[in-house]
């Protein structure tokens, strides 16, 4: 009976998988070939999971740089990894350049109350913005030839968003908080003020409250219809609004108003649609402008007889996601940033035009509050940050007199001349009144040229040990009355190897082509704070100014002031002096992508020119230990990406720094076979053949001699005499 029902039962499992009870051999054909892959699947996993395990453990005992190659290429499951095919050697080459750097992306939509959409509206319009991008560098080094290198990186960045509504709490939160705080006083253009971190402080506390790991931007959306306000940085910290601050700027230098909000130690963004509305960037002329097309405000999408356009909204809002997907959650690479180094030295050398401890007027430089933002940046395992300062004297060192006296240059322009009296109106009315003002400003080319001639005198320390790269940041503190920038419009310049600041003694603050609601902004140039901050994040971590961003369909730079008015330490609209979330994860993300990108890519050279004759290919002999290292190293590349992903930066950088000894040895191993395979190439002593050293010699003697019997053939006939004539009578 037992027998009967066990065949029953197994004839209903043959027949679930479509087999007739004639085929159940070959089910069980099939059920074995599937109980082999899983066997041979699992194994694979396991090997993985092990070697992952042993990367990770080497770590954590502080050993990063040794190789695992070695103690695991005998354990059991490694034979599951061997799997190559010579003839597929290109499929392999595309497997590993396939490069991709995705972010998680929430969106909250805070408020929306009475607003007929679903969460799936925005997601319709989101899957349309999937397209693939590339990462970008905007200024490329020079390859041999002495052109740029392309500004496209092979790394590809994907956004994967998720729409939700936000919790009613944090709806009520800030409800509650606006409406106490937005107070009477009128402010810039009758808009009400509300200090910036009263709402920020609570969106804070919401992000951290739900253990989010992805980017989220929230997007307010509170009162429709009510009167508008702004953001201001005054105040920080304080709970309510004094008539004292009002116009007197911040703890961070200048006030200006803002709608924008960024996360300093958390990833969050926000955007209240209904402050503002807000217009800032050039005056004048440039690109960047951004205005309300850009900076979605409720207002727009309201008509009391028309009610709210739901679809315009949305579009908008998506579109404002996309650029802030692009700006802040992946901007641009500026530069190439420094490889990842034991130690890091972080020089600064002020340079003064008075003598050394001479009391300051005015020294407003905050070198101790750029050590702080540094410092928030995380550092790889084993990984030190170092600072150290030198004060120099114009007066002094020659070194520095030179490079100063040698990039000073004078600008001349014509402008329109003030008339000598109020009362003085055929001046004021003549078009051709205008007089020639001179300006001094230094040359930043030039500067650099004649530091890094005299980097070492300027220095003047021992030479950092081996492993420690030193970046110097020379600041020229000068006691001029007038506003002396570098290359007439910078406080400061990155180069790859320094960074280059100015600083005078003017006082009163400098007006810029810049400006909020056609009002202008203003700088200060005793103060290079933030431009030298802005520079150290340039050089050392290839940081992008969060204004400028590479356009690969104009194939040039693109300026989008979009973000320049939340707390960053570049561009003229915000006084903020520390660091975002996006700062900090763009250093490190910078170094992670940079170095894998550019370890693998030196590997595929080496195996696309291998394979560029088919011949070379036939003649490899791919070992066990290439295919197996082969392996491994898409293995690596993929955790390397995936911990990125995850925002683990130390264990991407602890898989990124195994992957590079395989890259390493793999090279060697293409080398030595290529060698092998093309003998020729080889610079080795040639053996002495004498049989080929008979037979040319052969060669050349009778060469020799048939030229020598020709050239005596031709002569004998030439001395023979003429024959001579028989004459008939």
């Known amino acids: ?190 808009k009400r003020v509300i200090p910036y971190t009263l709402v920020d402080s609570i969106i804070e506390s919401d992000y951290t409250s739900q253990h989010l790991r992805s980017y989220t931007i929230y997007i307010l959306n509170l009162f429709p219809t009510q009167r508008p306000y702004e953001y201001i940085y005054s105040q920080l910290g304080s709970p309510t609004l004094d008539e004292e601050f009002f116009g007197k700027g911040t703890q961070f230098g200048i006030d200006y108003p803002t709608v924008l909000g960024l996360g300093t130690t958390q990833r969050y963004m926000w955007l209240d649609m209904n402050a503002g509305p807000l217009t800032y960037g050039p005056l004048f002329l440039g690109d960047g402008l951004v205005t309300q097309s850009l900076l979605p405000n409720a207002i727009n999408y309201y008509r009391p007889s028309e009610g709210m356009k739901v679809d315009n909204m949305i579009v908008d809002l998506v579109s404002f996601i996309r650029r802030t997907s692009d700006i802040i959650v992946r901007p641009s690479f500026y530069r190439m940033p420094l490889p990842p180094t034991k130690k890091l030295i972080i020089h600064l050398v002020m340079i003064h035009d008075h003598t050394i401890g001479e009391l300051e007027k005015s020294e407003k430089f905050d070198w101790e509050g750029i050590q702080n933002s540094l410092d928030s940046i995380p550092r790889f395992y084993g990984h030190e940050l170092e600072f150290r300062k030198t004060e120099l004297s114009l007066l002094s060192n020659m070194y520095a007199s030179m490079a100063r006296t040698a990039s000073l240059k004078t600008h001349t322009s014509q402008t329109r001349s003030k008339p000598s009296s109020p009362n003085n109106n055929a001046e004021k009315n003549n078009p051709n009144s205008r007089m020639v003002e001179a300006s001094q400003y230094f040359d930043s080319e030039e500067l650099h040229y004649w530091l890094s001639k005299s980097r070492e005198s300027l220095l003047e320390d021992e030479k950092p040990k081996s492993g420690a790269v030193e970046i110097p940041v020379f600041l020229f503190d000068i006691s001029y009355k007038f506003v002396l920038l570098l290359d007439r419009a910078f406080q400061a310049v990155s180069f790859p190897d320094m960074v280059i600041g100015i600083q005078t003694a003017q006082n009163e603050l400098e007006t810029v082509d810049f400006g909020f609601d056609d009002e202008p902004v203003f700088f200060d140039p005793s103060d290079a704070t933030r431009p030298v901050l802005s520079a150290i994040l340039q050089t050392i971590w290839g940081i992008s100014p969060t204004e400028l961003s590479w356009n690969e369909i104009h194939n040039a730079v693109q300026t989008n002031s979009l973000w320049s008015a939340s707390p960053t330490p570049f561009d003229f609209f915000s006084p903020y002096k520390g660091l975002s979330f996006s700062h900090k994860d763009a250093a490190l993300r910078n170094v992670l992508l940079m170095n894998l990108t550019k370890s693998v890519e030196k590997l595929v050279g080496i195996l696309e020119h291998i394979t560029e004759r088919q011949s070379t290919v036939d003649h490899m002999d791919w070992s066990d230990e290439f295919i197996l290292r082969w392996n491994l190293l898409k293995f690596k590349k993929d955790r390397t990406l995936n911990y990125l992903n995850l925002h683990d930066f130390n264990g991407s950088y602890v898989f990124l720094r195994s992957l590079q000894h395989d890259v390493n040895a793999l090279e060697n191993i293409l080398i030595t076979q290529h060698e092998t395979a093309h003998k020729f190439l080889k610079c080795g002593k040639k053996k002495v053949l004498w049989i080929e050293i008979v037979v040319v010699s052969l060669s050349i003697v009778g060469v020799v001699s048939l030229l020598t019997y020709m050239f005596r053939s031709r002569r004998n006939r030439r001395r023979a005499p003429p024959p001579v004539e028989k004459k008939n009578y």
């Open 1 to 190: 009976m037992k027998g009967n029902n066990i065949s029953f039962s197994f004839s209903k499992v043959v027949q679930g998988y479509g087999f007739k009870r004639n085929q159940s051999g070959v089910f069980l054909v099939v059920l074995l070939i599937h109980c082999i892959f899983n066997a041979i699947v699992s194994s694979e996993t396991n090997f993985l999971l092990d070697v992952e395990s042993s990367i990770l453990n080497e770590s954590k005992n502080g050993e990063v740089d040794i190789d695992i190659f070695p103690k695991i290429k005998d354990k059991d499951g490694a034979n599951t990894l061997m799997d190559w095919n010579g003839d597929e050697v290109m499929r392999y080459i595309l497997e590993l350049m396939n490069f991709e750097d995705t972010a998680y992306i929430d969106i909250k939509l805070v408020g929306f109350h009475d607003i007929p959409f679903k969460e799936s509206d925005f997601t319709k319009y989101l899957d349309l913005q999937l397209s693939q991008q590339f990462h970008h560098v905007i200024e490329t080094e020079k390859n041999e030839d002495g052109g740029s290198l392309p500004h496209r990186l092979s790394t590809a960045k994907k956004y994967l968003y998720k729409v939700s509504k936000a919790s009613p709490t944090l709806v009520t939160n800030l409800t509650t908080t606006i409406e106490k705080y937005s107070g009477p006083r009128v402010y810039s253009k009758e």
